[in-house]
T-cell receptor, first 113, second 119 residues
Framework: SAVISQKPSRDICQRGTSLTIQCQVDSQVTMMFWYRQQPGQSLTLIAT?????????ESGFVIDKFPISRPNLTFSTLTVSNMSPEDSSIYLC??????????FGQGTRLTVV | AQTVTQSQPEMSVQEAETVTLSCTYD???????LFWYKQPPSRQMILVIRQEAYKQQNATENRFSVNFQKAAKSFSLKISDSQLGDTAMYFCAFLLLRAGGTSYGKLTFGQGTILTVHP
């Protein structure tokens, strides 16, 4: 299994500001994934983070709004930029392994006021 | 693209009874995994059970079992002897396998079912 530490666990931010969420894994992984979970909703994939290359974004998500860094095989950050109340969600980091199981961080609950 | 549908937004069950959560999916692929994840109020996503599509035998994990109907693209979760700690949101998820049988963990989720277990 993989142990994922995600920070911060929650934050309340002013609209127009940015928040960077960190995801640290206890072992090297090829792919890291960032999901958004809007209140009472399912998880939607934002992007796949690859080490040493640009992230791959899903339809509806753009790099200017959600820049992602992946400096090494154990760490990634997701920034939520120029926030509005509609960005209030839980953001989850996930990693996958070749044995096909996915592991999740504990999530970041973001409230934009 | 794959889609996953959970048609039951909410379910409730009495403690010690059995409940079944429904999930259907759509794919043109033949090599994939299906999962049930549990998300309690702590927000942590917890793997409940996994089913490999190439296996005909239904997966079981203690009180949790699935009814996997590949032709019908159906994947329901049965929880026996329900406990108060089972109260959570449950997500059905699909994982497409790459050639060679590996995957990097990109999941497609259903809408979720809120399960409440009453004492």
């Amino acid at each position: 299994s993989a142990v994922i530490s995600q920070k911060p666990s929650r934050d309340i931010c002013q609209r127009g500001t940015s928040l960077t969420i960190q995801c640290q894994v206890d072992s090297q992984v090829t792919m890291m994934f960032w999901y958004r979970q809007q209140p009472g909703q399912s998880l939607t994939l934002i992007a796949t983070a690859n080490q040493g290359s640009e992230a791959t974004y899903e339809s509806g998500f753009v790099i200017d709004k959600f820049p992602i860094s992946r400096p090494n095989l154990t760490f990634s950050t997701l920034t939520v930029s120029n926030m509005s109340p509609e960005d209030s969600s839980i953001y989850l980091c996930s990693v996958g392994r070749l044995d096909t199981e996915a592991f999740f961080g504990q999530g970041t609950r973001l409230t934009v006021v | 693209a794959q889609t996953v549908t959970q048609s039951q937004p909410e379910m409730s069950v009495q403690e010690a009874e059995t409940v079944t959560l429904s999930c259907t999916y759509d794919t043109s692929e033949s090599n994939y995994y299906l999962f049930w994840y549990k998300q309690p109020p702590s927000r942590q996503m917890i793997l409940v059970i996994r089913q490999e599509a190439y296996k005909q035998q239904n997966a079981t994990e203690n009180r949790f079992s699935v009814n996997f109907q590949k032709a019908a693209k159906s994947f329901s979760l049965k929880i026996s002897d329900s406990q108060l700690g089972d109260t959570a949101m449950y997500f059905c998820a699909f994982l497409l396998l790459r050639a060679g049988g590996t995957s990097y963990g990109k999941l497609t989720f259903g809408q979720g079912t809120i399960l409440t277990v009453h004492p």
